[in-house]
C-alpha cells in the first residue's frame, strides 16, 4: 500500500490522453473520436466527457457520444441510489443533463425512459426528507426526458411542491414575501438544468412578482420602498433567467413584458440584442458575457453556489456562441477556456486556452493559466500511468521554453521544476526509482526546490547513502523562503530527516538535539493564529511522530487523536500513525487508531483491510486476543480483486505461490513478500521471514507502508513482539 496514498482520480480532471501539442503549433480545429467511448469507470466518463464537450454542436458523431455517456451515469445513478448515496446520485444526475446544451433542450425533449427512471428515485428520495430543492430538480428531469404520462405526472407533483412551499413559507401571509422561499428552490434548480419548463415557470413567477411589487411600491412605507426596489430588480433576473437558457429573442422578449421605463432593463435589453446581432466580431457577446462573469473576490465572498452556476452558464453559453460564430477571435477561445475551467473540463478547457495563445501570444494571463492547467493535467495523469506522465514532459519543456523567450521578466508559475517533481513523485511510488533520481537531479540543477532535495533525501536514505542523504537536507535547510510558516515547515522536515540520519549512524545525542530543535519549530506552526485544520492536523501528527522518537508516548498518541479530531476523514491521519505504532509493537494504541478507522464510512473499505492484517499481525505475535472487529473483516471482505487475495491469504485459503503468481506488478509483489514474511516470521521461520522481507526492499517500492515497515524490522533484526521505543538502537525491547 502507498504510503503517499491519493485519493480517487476526480470526476472531470482525470482526463489522461496525450495529445497536447505546442501551442505556437497548435490548430484551431479540434478533434474527437468518431465512435462512441466504451465506458467503465469515473475516468473513462471524464476522458469521454472532455471530448464530448469539444464536439460541435452539428458534429454527426454527438448523438451517440452522448447515448453512451448517459448510459453510464443512469447505471451509475442507481448504484448510488441502491448504496443510499443520493448526494452523490443527485450530483450524477446533474452531470447527465449538462449533456444538453441549452440549446438542445430547448428544441424538444429528447425521450429517455431510463434517466426519467433514475429521476423519480432521487424525487421520491427527496420528497420523503422534504427536500423541495432537488426534488424540484428530479421532476425537472423526468418532465423533460420522460414520456407523456411521465411528464403529466411530473407537472403535477411539481404544482404540489409548490402549494407545499408556499402553505409553509415563513412570510405566507405576507403578499410581498410569500413567494421567497418557493422562487429560491426553482432558481436553484433553473441554475443547473435550464430546461424550457423550468424557464418557464421561474419566468412567470419573477414576472407575477413584478407586478406585484408594483402595485406595493406607491407608499413611501418601508414595504413600499422594498417593493420599488424588487421591482427595479425584475429585469435582472429575467436577463439572467433566460441567458443562462442561451435564449437571447426569450430575455429580450421578457424585459419588453415588463413594460418598464427602468434604464437598466432598457440598457440590458440593447446589450443582449447587439450580441444577437453580431455580424462583424464578438465583441458584443463578449461585453455582454462580462456583465456576468463573477471576479475571484465575489466566487469566495459573495455568490452562493447556485449564483456562481447560473453566472458561469451564462458565460459559458455566450463564450461558447462567439467562439462558433467567430473562431478566430482569440478573446472568444479565452473566455470559453476559462468557462470550461470552471467546469472542471481540463482537456476541454486547454484546447481553448491554446486555440487563443495561438492566435495571439502575448497574453500573459493566459499562458500562465495554461500552465496551471498543464500542472494539473499531468498530475491526474500521474494518478493513473507513470509512463503517460513521463511521455508529457517533452510538451512541456517546449511550451515553458517559449514562455521564457515571451516572458523573461515575468517567470510563468508553475514550471518545468514543479513538472518534474510530479513525475518523480509518481516514478518514486512505482518504484522506478533510478528514473525518479535522475529526474530530480535535473530539476535541481535547474533550480532547487524543497521538494525535490526532501524526495532526494528520502530516496539516498532508503537507499542508505546516508552522506548523500545528509547533503540534500542541509541544503534544503539553507534554502530561502519568502513566509515564516513555509520556512519553519520545511526546517522541521530537514531536521526530522538528519535526526534519523544520526540515529542510523549511532549518534543518538545529535539525533535527539535535531528531533527538539525541530519540537520547538512544530510548537511555533501549530501555534500559529489562523492555521486551516488541514495543515494544523499535518502538523500534529509529525509532532506525534517527533514526541514517540523523544519517547513521550503518552502525548504522541494524544497528538494523533488530535488530528483525527480536527480532520477525521484524511487517509494519512489513520494512515501515518498506524504505520509509526504497528511498526514499533503497541498494540493498544494501534488499536485505538484502528477502531476509529472502522468506524468511519468516509474511508475506503481497502484501507481498513490493510489496517486490520497488520492489527492482527501484531496481535498474533504478541500473544494478545485477536480483535474480533479485525478478524471479522478480514474474513468478510469483498473488495478489489488484490486486497481480497491478501484476505484470503491471511486466513490460510490461499498460499504464497498462489499470491505472488497473481501479482500483477511490483508494488502487489512487495505486498505478498511482506505479508508472507511477517507469517514466517512470526511462526518461527525467521531466516524465511527475513528473506522476503529482503525481497520486499528488492521491489523498490519505496513509496509503500509495507517497504517501511520491512526496511526498519530488517534494520532491527527484529520483529517486535513487545513496545519497542522508537529511540532504541539494539534489539532490546520494553516488557
Known amino acids: 500500500m502507498l504510503a503517499r496514498s491519493t485519493a480517487i482520480a476526480l470526476l472531470l480532471v482525470a482526463a489522461a490522453t496525450v495529445d497536447l501539442g505546442c501551442a505556437r503549433a497548435h490548430k484551431l480545429e479540434t478533434r474527437a473520436p468518431v465512435a462512441p467511448p466504451t465506458i ?20 454527426p458523431s454527438r448523438p451517440g457520444f452522448r447515448e ?15 448504496a443510499d448515496e443520493h448526494q452523490e446520485a443527485l450530483t450524477a444526475l446533474q452531470f447527465a443533463t449538462a449533456l444538453y446544451t441549452p440549446g438542445e433542450l430547448r428544441r424538444g425533449p429528447d425521450r429517455d425512459p431510463e434517466l426519467a427512471a433514475v429521476a423519480h428515485k432521487i424525487y421520491l428520495a427527496a ?94 412605507s418601508a414595504l413600499g420602498m422594498e417593493a420599488r426596489r424588487r421591482a427595479e430588480f425584475s429585469s435582472y433576473l429575467l436577463a439572467r433567467l433566460y441567458l443562462r437558457a442561451d435564449d437571447l429573442p426569450g430575455a429580450i422578449r421578457a424585459l419588453g413584458e415588463l413594460r418598464s421605463d427602468d434604464v437598466v432593463a432598457r440598457r440590458g435589453g440593447e446589450l443582449i440584442q447587439e450580441a444577437l446581432d453580431a455580424q462583424e466580431s464578438a465583441v458584443p457577446l463578449l461585453v455582454l458575457a462580462e456583465q456576468f462573469k463573477p471576479d475571484a473576490e465575489e466566487e469566495a465572498n459573495v455568490y452562493a453556489a447556485s449564483q456562481l452556476a447560473e453566472s458561469w452558464g451564462i458565460v459559458e453559453n455566450l463564450a461558447r456562441r462567439a467562439v462558433r460564430k467567430f473562431p478566430k477571435d482569440a478573446d472568444a477561445h479565452l473566455l470559453y477556456a476559462r468557462s470550461l475551467r470552471q467546469s472542471g473540463l481540463i482537456k476541454a478547457s486547454i484546447v481553448h486556452f491554446e486555440a487563443a495563445i495561438a492566435l495571439r501570444e502575448d497574453t500573459f494571463d493566459a499562458w500562465r493559466e495554461l500552465a496551471e492547467l498543464k500542472q494539473t493535467r499531468l498530475e491526474r495523469v500521474s494518478d493513473r500511468s507513470a509512463e503517460q506522465a513521463l511521455a ?6 517546449k511550451f515553458h521554453a517559449r514562455a521564457v523567450e515571451l516572458w523573461r521578466d515575468r517567470p510563468i508559475r508553475p514550471g518545468m521544476p514543479e513538472a518534474n517533481f510530479t513525475v518523480s513523485l509518481v516514478l518514486y511510488n512505482a518504484g522506478k526509482i533510478d528514473k525518479s533520481r535522475a529526474l530530480l537531479q535535473k530539476s535541481l540543477a535547474a533550480e532547487p526546490m524543497p521538494e525535490t532535495l526532501d524526495l532526494l533525501a528520502t530516496i539516498e536514505q532508503k537507499s ?12 534544503l535547510l539553507g534554502l530561502p523562503f519568502e513566509h515564516q510558516l513555509l520556512r519553519l515547515r520545511w526546517e522541521t522536515r530537514a531536521r526530522t530527516g538528519l535526526a534519523e540520519l544520526a540515529l542510523a549512524r549511532g549518534d543518538r545525542k545529535e539525533s535527539e538535539r535535531q528531533l527538539h530543535t525541530a519540537l520547538r519549530e512544530l ?21 506525534g511522530k517527533l514526541l514517540f522518537r523523544l519517547g513521550d508516548v503518552e502525548q504522541c498518541v494524544a497528538d494523533f487523536r488530535q488530528a483525527r479530531g480536527l480532520t477525521p476523514n484524511d487517509t494519512a491521519v489513520y494512515a501515518e500513525p498506524m504505520l509509526f505504532i504497528v511498526s514499533h509493537g503497541y498494540y493498544r494504541e494501534a488499536l485505538e487508531i484502528y477502531k476509529a478507522a472502522l468506524a468511519n464510512d468516509a474511508l475506503r473499505e481497502s484501507l481498513k483491510l490493510y489496517f486490520s492484517l497488520w492489527i492482527n ?20 471482505f469483498k473488495g478489489d480483486s488484490w486486497p481480497r487475495k491478501l484476505a484470503l491469504h491471511a486466513q490460510g485459503k490461499v498460499t504464497f505461490d498462489q ?17 508472507e514474511g511477517l507469517r514466517r516470521w512470526r511462526t518461527g521461520n525467521v531466516q524465511g521471514g527475513k528473506e522476503m522481507m529482503q525481497k520486499v526492499i528488492s521491489t523498490e517500492m519505496m513509496g509503500f507502508f509495507e517497504y517501511d515497515m520491512a526496511r526498519s524490522y530488517l534494520a532491527w533484526d527484529d520483529l517486535p513482539t513487545h513496545e519497542r521505543p522508537a529511540a532504541s538502537t539494539s534489539s532490546a525491547q520494553r516488557k
Open 523 to 543: 510548537n511555533t506552526i501549530i501555534a500559529f493564529p489562523g492555521l486551516s485544520d488541514e495543515i494544523r492536523s499535518a502538523r500534529l501528527v509529525e509532532r
Open 40 to 59: 467503465r469507470d469515473l475516468d473513462d466518463f471524464a476522458l469521454a466527457l472532455n471530448d464530448f464537450t469539444l464536439m460541435a454542436d452539428d458534429d
Open 617 to 636: 499481525e501484531l496481535a498474533l505475535r504478541q500473544g494478545q486476543d485477536v480483535d474480533a472487529d479485525a478478524l471479522e473483516f478480514v474474513h468478510s
Open 659 to 675: 499470491l505472488i503468481n497473481d501479482a500483477d506488478d511490483p508494488g502487489e509483489q512487495a505486498e505478498a513478500y511482506f505479508y
Open 68 to 82: 453512451a455517456l448517459a448510459r453510464y451515469l443512469v447505471r451509475y445513478i442507481n448504484e448510488r441510489v441502491a
Open 392 to 397: 508529457m514532459l517533452a510538451d512541456l519543456e
Open 127 to 220: 420528497a420523503r426528507r422534504g427536500n423541495e430543492q432537488p426534488a424540484l430538480f428530479a421532476l425537472a428531469v423526468e418532465q423533460q426526458f420522460g414520456d407523456d404520462k411521465t411528464r403529466a405526472r411530473a407537472i403535477a407533483q411539481w404544482q404540489e411542491i409548490e402549494d407545499w412551499v408556499l402553505r409553509n413559507a415563513h412570510y405566507a401571509d405576507q403578499p410581498l414575501l410569500r413567494h421567497e422561499e418557493l422562487q429560491e428552490a426553482m432558481y436553484e434548480t433553473a441554475a443547473v438544468f435550464p430546461a424550457p419548463f423550468v424557464v418557464k415557470r421561474l419566468s412567470d413567477l419573477y414576472l407575477a412578482r413584478h407586478e406585484a411589487a408594483v402595485r406595493l411600491s406607491d407608499s413611501s
Open 464 to 475: 542508505n547513502h546516508l552522506d548523500r542523504a545528509e547533503q540534500h537536507l542541509q541544503a
